[in-house]
């Protein structure tokens, strides 16, 4: 069973930056015919969907984060980031990457908002955000 491990979570004051790294067992980042995203959940909210990257190295973000966060994968290091910066208190949330197979062409192709449901989760990792 692929695992995926994320790291690179942290506290850090508000207008701060974080870099989040997602790392595969396998080479599921790697593999261009994987979605790969970033989710977060707050407590007492819902688990949102933060960022998506496709077959195409299409990325789609969250209105509440499009402009401040970028998400991209290093294949040579089978290794999922995600970028944060000008980060805000409502930031504060554990962030899991999450992994999802092809359809039926050999391609993922999907976006923030599609509903799209991940197969492959990580264990998170707590970034606070103080004001």
């Known amino acids: 069973q692929v695992q995926l491990v994320e790291s690179g979570g942290g506290s850090v004051q508000a207008g701060g930056s974080l870099r989040l790294s997602c790392a595969a067992a396998g080479s599921i980042v790697s593999n261009s015919r994987y979605c790969m995203a970033w989710f977060r959940q707050a407590p007492g909210k819902k688990r949102e969907e933060v960022a998506i990257?496709?077959?195409?190295?299409?990325?789609t973000y969250a209105d509440a984060v499009k402009g401040r966060f970028i998400i991209s994968r290093d294949k040579s290091k089978n290794i999922l980031y995600l970028q944060m910066n000008s980060l805000k208190p409502e930031d504060t949330a554990m962030y899991y990457c999450?992994?999802?197979?092809?359809?039926?062409?050999?391609?993922?192709?999907?976006?923030?908002?599609?509903?799209?449901?991940?197969?492959?989760w990580g264990q998170g990792t707590q970034v606070t955000v103080s004001s």
């Open positions: 999450a992994a999802d197979g092809p359809e039926g062409r050999g391609i993922c192709t999907t976006s923030v908002g599609a509903g799209r449901v991940f197969d492959t």
């Open positions: 990257i496709d077959s195409y190295e299409t990325a």
